[in-house]
């Protein structure tokens, strides 16, 4: 059974704080994602990764960095947290490419910036 | 850039009816179209899916149709329970040779009992 992982359910951190969210996934899934949530727009790719140390920008990566050093863990990263970035953040996990293979999201982080 | 429109964005039905909910895609070249439910406090987790090469797939009280011509496909639910209350998403995969779905905005179904 797939199993991922978020490193908080829930987060409180201030303005300008650094902010990181992370993700471990126990299948050796090649590819990992971060989606942000918000009420009205749905799940919106923030960043993906298909192999270590590779990434590519998603929808909406503006203020968002990320960084995979092993297969099994894939970071989140706000430089510098703005109230705009106060969301729900979920990490999901695929063993191939989208078009053959489903998604395994993790619980999620409620990310609140004050 | 690609896109994906789902409608309704509510729905409350009665227990014991049919709920439809519909999706647009813009590639035309996507070829794999997954259907996520979202229970509340929960994860997403994948219901049902559909590839390009089928017009149709059936899973007990759920389906899901593709109308290729017309870039849209829908997910039905039969004989409504309380427990399918959640939000529902459609997702498209992209060919722009990247590893990625676009999700729709999410459907907030509700079965009164």
């Known amino acids: 059974d797939v199993k991922v992982t978020q490193s908080s359910r829930y987060l409180v951190k201030r303005t300008g704080e650094k902010v990181f969210l992370e993700c471990v996934q126990d299948m050796d899934h090649e590819n990992m994602f971060w989606y942000r949530q918000d009420p009205g727009l749905g799940l919106r790719l923030i960043y993906f990764s298909y192999d270590v140390k590779m990434k590519e920008k998603g929808d909406i990566p503006e203020g968002y960095s990320v960084s995979r050093e092993k297969k099994e863990r894939f970071s989140l990263i706000l430089e510098s947290a703005s109230t705009n970035q106060t969301s729900m953040y979920l990490c999901a996990s695929s063993s191939g490419p989208a078009f053959l293979y489903e998604q395994y999201f993790g619980p999620g982080t409620r990310l609140t910036v004050t | 850039g690609e896109n994906v429109e789902q409608h309704p964005s509510t729905l409350s039905v009665q227990e014991g009816d049919s709920a439809v909910i519909k999706c647009t895609y813009s590639?035309?070249?996507?070829?794999?179209f997954p259907w996520y439910k979202q229970e509340l406090g929960k994860r997403p987790q994948l219901i049902i899916d559909?590839?390009?090469?089928?017009g149709e797939k059936k899973d007990q009280r759920i389906a899901v149709t593709l109308n290729k011509t017309a870039k849209h496909f829908s997910l039905h639910i039969t004989e409504t329970q309380p427990e399918d209350s959640a939000v529902y998403f459609c997702?498209?995969?992209?060919?722009?040779?990247?590893?990625?779905?676009?999700f729709g905005t999410g459907t907030r179904l509700k079965v009164l009992a």
């Open positions: 997702a498209a995969s992209v060919t722009s040779g990247t590893y990625k779905y676009i």
């Open positions: 559909i590839r390009s090469n089928v």
């Open positions: 590639d035309s070249a996507s070829n794999y």
